[in-house]
């Protein structure tokens, strides 16, 4: 896993910038400051679904 394929983001002020998610994404948006939805490509050529609820710390599958 390349430096590529992590989504970093930033708390403080662009002091520090932890990896919040290891992985490829193939679409990444957010519908407020606290909702943000992601596109992980799966193995088989389908895309599973990611969420977070809390700004962008913490991210977790959304099964449908």
């Known amino acids: 896993m390349g430096l590529r394929d992590q989504l970093i983001a930033s708390f403080g002020g662009g002091v520090r910038w932890p990896v919040v998610f290891h992985g ?7 519908t407020s400051v606290a909702r943000g939805v992601a596109l992980v490509p799966g193995a088989n050529g389908t895309d599973s679904m990611i969420m977070t609820y809390d700004g962008g710390r913490k991210w977790v599958p959304v099964s449908f």
């Open 24 to 30: 490829r994404l193939s679409y990444l948006g957010f």
